[in-house]
C-alpha cells in the first residue's frame, strides 16, 4: 500500500517512536504522583519532550509546554481559554474546523464580534485586508500555518508583526507545519502554538499540545487533578499544571519526544527538501493531465507537502475508492474539515482528493500515483 495521507496522519514513524512507548509502557509510572523511580522516570521523560519542543518552537520556557490530546483540544484551550465576551477576533477562510467550531461557538455563546481574512480562488488572503480587520480593536488573530486542503503557507511573520503592532493575540494553529517549517515564537510574535503530534512530529496519536509565550494567563479548559495542592478548591494556575488537569498521556509523549528527537538529528531541512521534491515531482506530472485541475498556489515552493486536485466533474470520494481499491494509493477526498475554502475554491459539491507526503515516501511511490491519476482520467 502506498500511502499518502500523511496530512492527517504519518502512518510510518522513525523505529525509535514505537521504542520509546513500548519502553515507556513497560517502566513509566505516573508523573507527579509519587517520589518512586518509576514516577520520576514519567516526569524526566515528560520533561524532556517539553525541553526538546520547546527548543524546536523557540519557546522561552520548557514549562509553558502544555500536552493535550491534540490539536483540536489545544486550540479550544487557548480560543476558549482567551476570548471574552463582545471581543473581537480575526481568522481567515483557510482554516479547520479546530478553529472554525470554537469561534463559531464563542460567536453564538459569547457574542464575540468575528472577522475573516477571505481566500481568493488559489486559496490566498489578502494581508492588507487581514491588518484592515485588526486595526478594528481585536482581540486576536487566530489562523493555521499551513492549509491542510491546498498546503498553501501562511505569512505567519507578517501576521505576527501585525497582532504585535495593533496589541492583538496571535494563536497559531501550527497542525501541518510543526516539525517541518521552522518557528520562532518569540521573533514571529506568537503568543499562543497549538501542535498535533501525530503528523509530522512523528509522535503517536493522542498527543499535542500548546507553547506560551511569556505569561499569559489562559483559562484552563477542564480542572481537577494535578498532584499537587490537593486541598486547594481551586486547580493550580502555574504552567503546566494549569492546563494539564488529570494523568497525561505519557506514554504517547515518550513517543512524542522521540519523534522530535528523531527530527533534530535528522535535520528539519533534510525532511522539508525531500518532501518538497516529491510533491513538486507530483505536481509536475500531473498539472497537465488532460481533466485535472489542482488547488492551490505553486508559485512558490515554500508550502506544506499537499497536492490536491479533482478529475473531471467525478466526485471526490470515488476517485480516492478507486485509488485504494485499484491502485492501492491511500488518499484523503471530501471537505477536509474546511468548509469556508472549499467554498472559496468552488469545490463544496463535489471536495477535493488531497495527497500528502512524508519523508518515509519514494520518488517510485510518487510516480505511482502520478500513473494511477493519468489512468483515472483517461477513463
Same mark, same amino acid.
Given at each position: 500500500?502506498?500511502?499518502?495521507?500523511?496530512?492527517?496522519?504519518?502512518?510510518?514513524?522513525?523505529?525509535?517512536?514505537?521504542?520509546?512507548?513500548?519502553?515507556?509502557?513497560?517502566?513509566?509510572?505516573?508523573?507527579? /504522583?509519587? $517520589?518512586?523511580? &518509576? *514516577?520520576? #522516570?514519567?516526569?524526566?521523560?515528560? !520533561?524532556?519532550?517539553? @525541553?526538546? %519542543?520547546?527548543?524546536?518552537?523557540?519557546?522561552?520556557?520548557?514549562?509553558?509546554?502544555?500536552?493535550?490530546?491534540?490539536?483540536?483540544?489545544?486550540?479550544?484551550?487557548?480560543?476558549?481559554?482567551?476570548?471574552?465576551?463582545?471581543?473581537?477576533?480575526?481568522?481567515?477562510?483557510?482554516?479547520?474546523?479546530?478553529?472554525?467550531?470554537?469561534?463559531?461557538?464563542?460567536?453564538?455563546?459569547?457574542?464575540? /464580534?468575528? $472577522?475573516?481574512? &477571505? *481566500?481568493? #480562488?488559489?486559496?490566498?488572503?489578502? !494581508?492588507?485586508?487581514? @491588518?484592515? %480587520?485588526?486595526?478594528?480593536?481585536?482581540?486576536?488573530?487566530?489562523?493555521?500555518?499551513?492549509?491542510?486542503?491546498?498546503?498553501?503557507?501562511?505569512?505567519?511573520?507578517?501576521?505576527?508583526?501585525?497582532?504585535?503592532?495593533?496589541?492583538?493575540?496571535?494563536?497559531?494553529?501550527?497542525?501541518?507545519?510543526?516539525?517541518?517549517?521552522?518557528?520562532?515564537?518569540?521573533?514571529?510574535?506568537?503568543?499562543?502554538?497549538?501542535?498535533?503530534?501525530?503528523?509530522?512530529?512523528?509522535?503517536?496519536?493522542?498527543?499535542?499540545?500548546?507553547?506560551?509565550?511569556?505569561?499569559?494567563?489562559?483559562?484552563?479548559?477542564?480542572?481537577?487533578?494535578?498532584?499537587?495542592?490537593?486541598?486547594?478548591?481551586?486547580?493550580?494556575?502555574?504552567?503546566?499544571?494549569?492546563?494539564?488537569?488529570?494523568?497525561?498521556?505519557?506514554?504517547?509523549?515518550?513517543?512524542?519526544?522521540?519523534?522530535?528527537?528523531?527530527?533534530?538529528?535528522?535535520?528539519?531541512?533534510?525532511?522539508?527538501?525531500?518532501?518538497?521534491?516529491?510533491?513538486?515531482?507530483?505536481?509536475?506530472?500531473?498539472?497537465?493531465?488532460?481533466?485535472?485541475?489542482?488547488?492551490?498556489?505553486?508559485?512558490?515552493?515554500?508550502?506544506?507537502?499537499?497536492?490536491?486536485?479533482?478529475?473531471?466533474?467525478?466526485?471526490?470520494?470515488?476517485?480516492?475508492?478507486?485509488?485504494?481499491?485499484?491502485?492501492?494509493?491511500?488518499?484523503?477526498?471530501?471537505?477536509?474539515?474546511?468548509?469556508?475554502?472549499?467554498?472559496?475554491?468552488?469545490?463544496?459539491?463535489?471536495?477535493?482528493?488531497?495527497?500528502?507526503?512524508?519523508?518515509?515516501?519514494?520518488?517510485?511511490?510518487?510516480?505511482?500515483?502520478?500513473?494511477?491519476?493519468?489512468?483515472?482520467?483517461?477513463?
Amino acid at each position: 500500500m502506498i500511502y499518502l495521507d500523511n496530512a492527517a496522519t504519518t502512518l510510518h514513524k522513525p523505529p525509535e517512536v514505537a521504542e520509546a512507548v513500548l519502553q515507556a509502557m513497560m517502566h513509566m509510572g505516573n508523573s507527579g /504522583r509519587g $517520589s518512586h523511580e &518509576e *514516577a520520576l #522516570t514519567a516526569s524526566r521523560r515528560i !520533561y524532556e519532550t517539553r @525541553e526538546i %519542543l520547546a527548543e524546536m518552537f523557540h519557546c522561552p520556557q520548557a514549562q509553558n509546554v502544555v500536552f493535550t490530546l491534540n490539536s483540536t483540544e489545544a486550540l479550544n484551550t487557548a480560543i476558549q481559554g482567551l476570548v471574552g465576551p463582545g471581543e473581537h477576533v480575526v481568522t481567515t477562510d483557510l482554516e479547520h474546523n479546530s478553529v472554525l467550531r470554537p469561534l463559531y461557538r464563542l460567536e453564538q455563546e459569547k457574542g464575540i /464580534r468575528l $472577522s475573516f481574512a &477571505e *481566500a481568493d #480562488t488559489r486559496g490566498c488572503i489578502d !494581508y492588507d485586508r487581514l @491588518e484592515l %480587520l485588526v486595526k478594528d480593536n481585536a482581540k486576536a488573530i487566530v489562523c493555521t500555518h499551513g492549509s491542510n486542503l491546498t498546503g498553501n503557507l501562511v505569512d505567519i511573520a507578517r501576521v505576527g508583526k501585525i497582532a504585535d503592532t495593533y496589541g492583538a493575540l496571535f494563536i497559531l494553529d501550527a497542525s501541518q507545519t510543526a516539525g517541518v517549517f521552522p518557528i520562532d515564537m518569540e521573533e514571529m510574535h506568537i503568543d499562543v502554538l497549538c501542535f498535533t503530534g501525530h503528523k509530522s512530529l512523528f509522535g503517536p496519536q493522542g498527543t499535542g499540545g500548546l507553547a506560551v509565550c511569556g505569561n499569559l494567563e489562559i483559562k484552563p479548559l477542564k480542572v481537577g487533578g494535578s498532584g499537587i495542592r490537593t486541598f486547594d478548591r481551586i486547580h493550580p494556575k502555574e504552567l503546566p499544571t494549569g492546563l494539564e488537569a488529570g494523568t497525561l498521556n505519557g506514554h504517547g509523549i515518550a513517543g512524542l519526544g522521540a519523534g522530535a528527537a528523531f527530527i533534530e538529528k535528522t535535520g528539519m531541512d533534510r525532511i522539508f527538501r525531500h518532501e518538497q521534491r516529491l510533491t513538486r515531482t507530483f505536481y509536475e506530472g500531473v498539472k497537465d493531465i488532460d481533466g485535472v485541475t489542482v488547488y492551490g498556489d505553486f508559485s512558490t515552493w515554500m508550502r506544506a507537502p499537499i497536492v490536491a486536485l479533482n478529475i473531471w466533474d467525478y466526485d471526490s470520494s470515488e476517485v480516492s475508492d478507486e485509488l485504494s481499491q485499484v491502485y492501492d494509493i491511500a488518499t484523503r477526498p471530501g471537505a477536509h474539515c474546511a468548509p469556508r475554502l472549499h467554498q472559496a475554491l468552488g469545490t463544496a459539491e463535489q471536495g477535493a482528493v488531497r495527497f500528502s507526503f512524508s519523508y518515509y515516501n519514494t520518488e517510485e511511490e510518487v510516480q505511482a500515483a502520478i500513473d494511477a491519476v493519468r489512468k483515472i482520467a483517461s477513463e
